[in-house]
């Protein structure tokens, strides 16, 4: 995970599933001063409070848009990938594989 994340995403908030929790993840996310978002999990005896399942909601609120996403070009258009530089050209190119109906 440290290799992926640079000093342009410093200060931003990083989405992400519980499988990136641990005292190592934590360690990285200070270091590159991002705002943790990650789900939180509970464990054996120490279930989660009302306060962290209703923070975990919110997390997950915005990480399920951008999963819907990936989702869509995984099973609607094959696992086509996108390599254009730029939001306009990738919109294009998604365009004129997948045309609107």
Same mark, same amino acid.
């Given at each position: ?21 641990? %005292?190592? !993840?934590? &360690?990285?996310? +200070?270091? $590159? ?6 789900? /939180? ?8 409070? %009302?306060? !962290?399942? &209703?923070?975990? +909601?919110? $997390? ?6 951008? /999963? ?34």
């Amino acid at each position: 995970m440290e290799q992926l994340l640079t000093e342009k995403d410093e200060g931003q908030p990083l989405y992400a599933d519980s499988a990136y929790t641990g %005292e190592d !993840q934590e &360690a990285v996310y +200070k270091k $590159k001063k991002f705002i943790n978002k990650i789900i /939180e999990k509970g464990y054996r005896n120490k279930p989660l409070t %009302e306060e !962290q399942i &209703a923070n975990n +909601k919110e $997390k997950s609120r915005t990480r399920v848009r951008v /999963e819907h996403v990936f989702g869509f070009v995984e099973n609607s258009m094959h696992g086509s990938i996108v390599r254009t530089i730029g939001i306009a050209r990738a919109k294009a190119k998604i365009g004129m594989i997948h045309p609107v109906k």
